[in-house]
């Protein structure tokens, strides 16, 4: 048997949306900043990204009204896909 689904507010897809579209083009606006060191640039845009990611994760994947069971799911393969993206630009760091 399956137990019922809690109701849950719907989430307010427009705000989010906005958000994501504001965030873009904050995301542009410093892609060309020229006066700012690389290294900043990219943290900068790596922390808006991973902003992003998490807004459409909590929201559009419903992930924020999940119970903690498959919030873990959602993040315990993360550390793995950092760990290949960090190899796989070790190989043209170095």
Known sequence: ???PTAKHKHPPYIAIWVALAALTFL????????????????????????WKALL??????????????????????IPLALILIAAGMSEHIW
Do not use: C, D, S
């Open 1 to 3: 048997m399956t137990e």
């Open 56 to 77: 459409v994760a909590l929201y559009f994947m419903h992930l924020k009204f999940e119970k903690w069971n498959l919030r873990i799911l959602a993040i315990v393969p």
């Open 27 to 50: 995301e542009l606006g410093v892609a060309f900043l020229g006066h700012m060191g690389k290294t900043t640039i990219i943290l900068i845009l790596v922390v808006m990204a991973i």
